[in-house]
């Protein structure tokens, strides 16, 4: 089995995003950027896979700025074969990025796509539901585990009421939730070796994709600074207080 993996480049999570002072995005100059963490959720996945016998090659995939090959690199580190970079400097949307993952799945042939379910910079958590739908694929959203058995893929679902397993046929698209695994950190000696693993550069125009954005960002704004609480000295004083403020 052949596994893609898809890791974007996003503002490293434990950052302070900041709000740009004319209001048309975040701040991104100095800041720090890191793989989607669910990314590195579905890289470990495709390891593991490996790992058990389950699969052949893992390669890496994203679609970003050149600074893009540091999060294949991590990838690389982690354990997947090779990466392949589609270079594009501005922002990325779900719809045009799915597309060019159908580009890369059409030219790589891959049995399974395992993405991360969203990304935590747009929180879009669209792409890998259209890709599935725009290769006509099974697809298993929100999982948290996944086990491959004679051409069939069983994936555990995280749902409002628990959890549900459904059993896709092959090829199949997967998106990775929180509990699936815990990522492994790279060692040394594999990122030293990762150094030397291949990535292959690409443009969305050599899938035939036209990224021009379809979304306008308005306007962005800090939200709305969290007031300082009050004492209250007993349960009648806050049912009082409450209703002074007409929230009961
Ligand atoms: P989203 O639909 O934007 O929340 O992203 C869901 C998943 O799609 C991410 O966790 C990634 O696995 C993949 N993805 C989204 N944008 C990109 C990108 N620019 N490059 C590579 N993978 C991406």
Redesign the pocket.
Known sequence: MKIL?????VVDYNVKVRVKSDNTGVELANVKMSM?P??EI?VEEAIRLKEAGKAEEIVV????PKA?QETLRTGLAMGADRGIL?V?DTE?E?LA?AKV?KGVVEAETPDLVI?????ID???????QMLAQLLGWSQGTFASKVAPEDGHISVTREIDGGLETVKLAMPAVV?SDLRLNEPRYATLPNIMKAKRKPIDEKTAGDYGVDMTPRLSTLRVEEPPKREAGIKVESVADLVGTLKEKGLI
């Open positions: 993996v898809p890791v974007k480049r989607n669910f990314d579905a995939v994203s679609i970003g893009a589609v594009h990325t779900p990025v993952l993405l991360g379910k969203q990304a747009d929180d879009c958590n669209q792409t890998g998106t």
